[in-house]
């Protein structure tokens, strides 16, 4: 059985996936945390997401059987000042609105965040620099909440 973790994950992927469908996005990338720096890797075309594993950012109990937890998950997208089209200054903007807009559409994640999903938040898009290449990143960060069964267990 798939962990709500995985079943969430998945559920990003469907939803940038019909980015990239749409020809929004280039690719999206799950990153298994094996480089130091996610920037730092083979980039099949720009733009793209990278999904980054989540963190529980709470874990308290809801009830004598459940533990609600948050989930924040971590979504970057990257692409160079290059392949930003000079004849379109508002692409940017457009991408950034592609992005929320396919979050804003699936509220709960393919309907494994029984719990809800806090909206999207956007950190604001800006230069990086990794390994002498300039990227331009933004970051999107979902907060998926979950019940998890809870055992209670009393003094003997």
């Known amino acids: 059985m798939a ?8 559920a990003i992927i469907a939803d940038l996936q019909s980015l990239v469908d749409s020809g929004t996005l280039r690719a ?42 948050e989930y924040t998950w971590y979504v970057m997208i990257v692409t160079t000042p290059e392949n930003l089209p000079a004849t379109d200054p508002t692409y940017l903007e457009g991408l950034v609105d592609a992005v929320l807009n396919v979050f804003d559409l699936d509220c709960t994640l393919g309907g494994t965040a029984i719990g809800g999903v806090m909206p999207a938040v956007l950190e604001p898009p800006g230069p990086v620099s990794s390994n002498s290449v300039t990227y331009v990143v933004f970051y999107v960060t979902l907060k998926a909440k979950q019940l998890v069964p809870a055992i209670v267990q009393s003094a003997s």
Not at 3 to 10: I, P, V
Not at 62 to 69: F, G, K, M, P, Q
């Open 3 to 10: 962990s709500f973790a995985q079943n969430t994950k998945n």
């Open 28 to 69: 999206v990338i799950t990153d298994d945390m094996t480089k130091v720096n996610p920037l730092d890797r083979n980039w099949p075309g720009f733009p793209s997401a990278v999904v980054i594993p989540p963190t529980i950012t709470t874990s308290e109990y809801a009830d004598v059987a459940n533990n609600l937890r």
